[in-house]
């Protein structure tokens, strides 16, 4: 199979492209000790009474005691806010960039399980992109599924 001069030259723009936006990032965002403190926030188009700490939807349930919850209704009357942290401080390992580049914050997981629970809330199912995406897996297809595979955990492309 002959790959083309344009693929690989619009893979490694791509590339390169990608590394400078983790470079900004990583710039402008530095890792504080605070992070873990953070709250990660939604809102679900659904009435305050369809949401209790007590009662927390399937993926969030399994974390049980490891995570603090706050429920409230969401600004303009546009539904409920649902907000979760971990409980206790996070190693600095975890925490690190490197960490979440490569899968391993203990948050991400977190964030998939709050984008699950909206989803259910809203939709009644987890709404999953189809797979393949494509019938012929092309360079510019790999790097595109890369970045969203990385990109679930952090909730951005």
């Not at 990608?18 to 470079?23: E, F, K, P």
């Not at 009662?55 to 546009?78: C, M, N, Q, S, V």
């Not at 989803?119 to 199912?125: G, K, M, P, R």
Request: aromatic share 2%; proline share 9%.
């Amino acid at each position: 199979m002959m790959i083309s001069r344009k693929s690989l030259w619009a893979t490694a723009a791509g590339l390169a492209a990608g590394t400078v936006v983790v470079a900004r990032r990583v710039q402008a965002r530095p890792t504080a000790p605070a992070d873990s403190d953070r709250w990660l926030t939604v809102t679900i188009n659904c009435g305050r009474e369809e949401l209790s700490p007590e009662k927390l939807p399937p993926p969030l349930r399994e974390y049980g005691e490891r995570i603090e919850t706050r429920i409230r209704p969401a600004p303009g009357d546009r539904g409920t806010e649902l907000a979760v942290r971990l409980k206790g401080p996070q190693s600095q390992s975890t925490r690190s960039m490197t960490a979440r580049l490569a899968g391993d914050d203990p948050r991400q997981d977190l964030r998939r399980a709050l984008r699950a629970v909206k989803s259910l809330l809203e939709a009644d199912e987890v709404l999953q992109p189809d797979a393949p995406p494509t019938t012929r897996d092309t360079p510019g297809g790999k790097l595109v599924g890369l970045l969203s595979r990385r990109a679930n955990g952090e909730g951005v492309l």
